[in-house]
């Protein structure tokens, strides 16, 4: 075992060379995880101390004003407190926190002309001031020169100055404070005495500017590096250059830039342009892809070419503009018009102002030509910008439907924001970690990349917000699981994989053995385990480089009512999201009313609605044949062709199934080739025998605490194999109910039965009469 820990200790103690190495090349480390990854395993004080400070100054030199780094500086030099690196950065740091050192010292105006109360007064807030001052100097006064002695000690003349010096004049500030206090105590008594002369007054002026030129010496100190940190602040469009991702965008935006500059140089120059380049933005893109960001840079950057006087943006949505009564919607949008004066205005969702089937009662419309009579006429038009944003489809069909507004906006002012792909959705996690003082492991990213798997279904997919609020999730949950040990401040910093793990559900029944507890159904088991264990080898596949064999999901349940049809649909879900093929799992049950509209043009756009609700899952389309219509003027050949359309679109996002008889099913999937291509699966599901029936009246009636006694058994399979029933399982479980009622009305119409309870278990032969009796 000690030889495990010392040949373990003599690998981390190479790797530490060999980071320091780089360190010192580049400035920081290439693979900071692999780093990371070494401090979780690491037990020896001194090792940790200079992997946390290999680490801290690894992630100062991307960010020297990294917030983590100087904690784990400060654990480090707890760890092992002569460790060099971490000290000196340490001492390059600590200084100025001495800046407020003197701030106690501000005194009030002191005038000869005041009154001798005023005048006592002033000299009492002195001797206070100086009393505050001095009796906190000392331990200031230590710990300055406790810092300057360690930085006389590291090969470091810059650092050494700056601390003698501030050590000189904190000297100098306590010596005249004296003085001060003693000028201010000889003024009070002459305030108050008989005689009264100017020299006190003198006196004190003298030593209170003295006072004021060692604090505007000790000032001088701290505003260079303040001068320095203004002269470094990044511009609109390096913040723009150093977001992550979105790459086409920052290309057109510097394109963007460029001519905005270039047009700058050219009036300067005396040169006109009559038609100057438009401000007005159109930014497309799903939830979180940065189109609000977006716009705040904009406005900087017009700001800061000087083709507009502010920065602010003003946002603004649907509800703030848009009025319940005549004239209360041109007043919203004037006024704020009004306060984007000289910035922009950015409207989220912009498309929402007016949709396709809004009634007249909505005042839209209004909005929409106000704002470009507005923008277009001679009070604010050219005074600023407009940048609207939404989801790139109904934007497009918006501006499509609104031609007034759509020549204010230029096609080259049109910028689509992609959704993220994983791997720039993790940098930006592992922003949001470092944000909060955390780091994430690499078994926390590769847990993050599932997690963003799961999520990426439709359109609704967050990107960003999405990934944020995982990455808080997972702080909360470090928090709030367990008692971490205050000693180890790895527990205070880094994210695991277990923070990033779902709960599952307690006690949940797997879809296998849901699929194996359906009565009946034997070959349809089968043929569903079969075609399960073929998507899983089909993803063993890919996984590991081999070319998989296209997966057909898409299935035609055929059979007739209460077969079960809805029942194995919800399984099949289950199945396919257990296995990882669906990323949600649900089931959509839908019928033609869901699809089918009154009006030409609704029905694709509420057949659109309810696939969308389906994406991630199965949606399962009962009684699907009745789509099929040979009816002129029937929409549910528009409902079909756009299940087509759909599913291509979506391709493994969405699964569907069709329900229905076999005979009419063969003449829906007929009338569309485009359907019979992409349904290769069918499940029979039969008529249920008797005995199968009988199973499910008793497995019924147990998930009530209800009995068949053996005889009701035997009365029932006997008239079931005597009578042709219809309805299936629906049947049987109607008949139970129907029976439970019947038992009901027997027990409590009789006189009150010390037996009752057991009774009330059983349910008896003149029940089961008395149901068939209703259901024939």
């Known amino acids: 075992m000690r030889q495990l820990v010392n040949n373990q200790l003599t690998i981390n103690e190479e790797k530490l060379k060999q980071w320091e190495i780089e360190f010192n090349g580049n400035g920081y480390i290439s693979n900071e995880s692999a780093l990371i990854s070494t401090l979780t395993k690491e037990s020896n004080p001194v090792i940790l101390s200079k992997l946390l400070s290999l680490a801290a100054l690894s992630r100062i030199g991307r960010n020297k004003h990294d917030k983590l780094a100087e904690i784990w500086l400060e654990k480090a030099l707890n760890l092992y407190p002569d460790n060099q690196s971490a000290k000196e950065y340490m001492l390059q740091s600590d200084w100025k926190k001495f800046e407020d050192s003197l701030s106690p010292l501000t005194f009030p105006a002191i005038r000869e002309t005041d009154n001798r109360t005023a005048k006592k007064k002033t000299a009492e807030q002195y001797i206070e001031v100086c009393q505050t001052f001095l009796a906190q100097a000392d331990e200031i006064q230590n710990k300055l020169e406790a810092k300057r002695d360690l930085s006389s000690k590291i090969i470091n003349n810059a650092l050494n100055l700056k601390y003698n010096l501030l050590s000189e004049l904190l000297t100098s500030a306590i010596e005249e404070t004296g003085n001060l206090y003693k000028a201010a105590e000889e003024y009070d008594q002459s305030i108050t005495g008989v005689f009264h002369t100017s020299t006190y007054y003198d006196d004190l002026k003298l030593h209170l500017a003295n006072l004021e030129e060692i604090k505007e010496n000790w000032q001088k100190q701290f505003l260079e590096e303040q001068a320095e940190s203004l002269l470094t602040r990044k511009n609109a469009l390096d913040q723009l250059n150093e977001m992550i991702g979105m790459e086409f965008v920052k290309n057109r935006v510097n394109d963007f830039y460029r001519f905005l500059k270039y047009q700058k140089q050219r009036k300067e120059l005396g040169f006109q342009m009559k038609d100057d380049l438009s401000l007005n933005m159109i930014l497309t893109g799903n939830p979180g892809t940065g189109k609000t960001t977006l716009a705040r840079l904009l406005a900087k950057i017009y700001h800061e070419l000087g083709v507009l006087p502010r920065e602010e943006v003003i946002e603004t949505d649907r509800s703030q503009l848009v009025g319940a009564f005549v004239g209360q919607t041109e007043e919203n949008v004037r006024a704020i018009v009004e306060r984007s004066i000289g910035g922009v205005l950015f409207i989220d969702e912009a498309y929402s102002l007016k949709r396709e089937g809004q009634t007249g009662n909505d005042y839209g419309q209004a909005a929409i030509d106000t704002l470009v009579s507005l923008m277009t006429g001679n009070e604010y038009g050219g005074k600023f910008a407009v940048i609207m944003a939404g989801y790139p489809e109904e934007m497009r069909s918006f501006l499509d439907a609104n031609a007034g507004l759509r020549s204010r906006f230029p096609l080259s002012n049109l910028i689509h924001l992609p959704n993220y792909s994983n791997e720039e959705l993790i940098k930006i996690a592992e922003q949001v970690a470092s944000d909060n003082d955390y780091f994430l492991s690499e078994d926390a990213k590769t847990e993050i990349n599932h997690r963003l798997d799961r999520e990426r279904v439709d359109d609704t997919f967050g990107n960003a917000r999405t990934v944020h609020n995982i990455v808080i999730d997972a702080i909360f949950k470090k928090g709030s699981v367990k008692e971490v040990n205050k000693e180890n401040i790895l527990d205070f910093i880094v994210l695991n994989k277990e923070d990033f793990l779902l709960d599952k559900e307690e006690n949940s029944e797997s879809p296998y053995d849901k699929l194996g507890r359906l009565i009946g159904l034997e070959?349809?088991?089968?043929?569903?385990?079969?075609?399960?264990?073929?998507?899983?080898m089909q993803q063993y596949r890919l996984k590991n480089g081999l070319p998989p064999v296209p997966i057909q999901l898409h299935a035609v349940f055929t059979g007739n009512p209460g077969t079960g049809k809805t029942t194995v649909a919800k399984v099949y879900a289950e199945l396919?999201?257990?296995?990882?093929?669906?990323?949600?799992?649900?089931?959509?049950?839908?019928?033609?009313?869901?699809?089918?509209?009154?009006?030409?043009?609704?029905?694709?756009?509420?057949?659109?609605?309810?696939?969308?609700?389906?994406?991630?899952?199965?949606?399962?389309?009962?009684?699907?044949?009745?789509?099929?219509?040979?009816?002129?003027?029937?929409?549910?050949?528009?409902?079909?062709?756009?299940?087509?359309?759909?599913?291509?679109?979506?391709?493994?996002?969405?699964?569907?199934?069709?329900?229905?008889?076999?005979?009419?099913?063969?003449?829906?999937?007929?009338?569309?080739?485009?359907?019979?291509?992409?349904?290769?699966?069918?499940?029979?599901?039969?008529?249920?025998?008797?005995?199968?029936?009988?199973?499910?009246?008793?497995?019924?009636?147990?998930?009530?605490?209800?009995?068949?006694?053996?005889?009701?058994?035997?009365?029932?399979?006997?008239?079931?194999?005597?009578?042709?029933?219809?309805?299936?399982?629906?049947?049987?479980?109607?008949?139970?109910?129907?029976?439970?009622?019947?038992?009901?009305?027997?027990?409590?119409?009789?006189?009150?039965?010390?037996?009752?309870?057991?009774?009330?278990?059983?349910?008896?032969?003149?029940?089961?009469?008395?149901?068939?009796?209703?259901?024939?």
């Open 523 to 536: 070959a349809l088991k089968v043929e569903m385990r079969s075609l399960i264990s073929f998507v899983k």
């Open 576 to 776: 396919l999201n257990d296995c990882g093929f669906l990323k949600r799992g649900h089931l959509i049950v839908a019928s033609r009313a869901d699809f089918v509209a009154g009006y030409v043009g609704q029905t694709a756009s509420k057949t659109k609605k309810k696939i969308k609700e389906a994406l991630g899952g199965v949606l399962f389309i009962d009684e699907a044949y009745s789509l099929f219509s040979s009816t002129t003027g029937d929409f549910g050949k528009e409902v079909i062709d756009t299940i087509v359309d759909e599913m291509t679109k979506h391709n493994e996002n969405l699964v569907v199934v069709l329900a229905g008889y076999p005979h009419e099913m063969d003449l829906l999937l007929e009338s569309n080739p485009g359907l019979r291509s992409r349904f290769k699966k069918f499940f029979l599901f039969p008529d249920y025998t008797p005995e199968e029936l009988l199973e499910i009246m008793v497995v019924y009636a147990e998930s009530f605490q209800y009995q068949l006694t053996e005889e009701a058994k035997a009365l029932l399979l006997q008239n079931m194999n005597e009578e042709s029933y219809k309805g299936n399982g629906r049947f049987a479980t109607n008949l139970v109910d129907e029976m439970i009622q019947e038992q009901a009305s027997r027990l409590m119409d009789s006189e009150e039965d010390e037996h009752l309870f057991e009774k009330s278990l059983l349910l008896e032969v003149e029940d089961v009469l008395m149901a068939i009796s209703k259901n024939v």
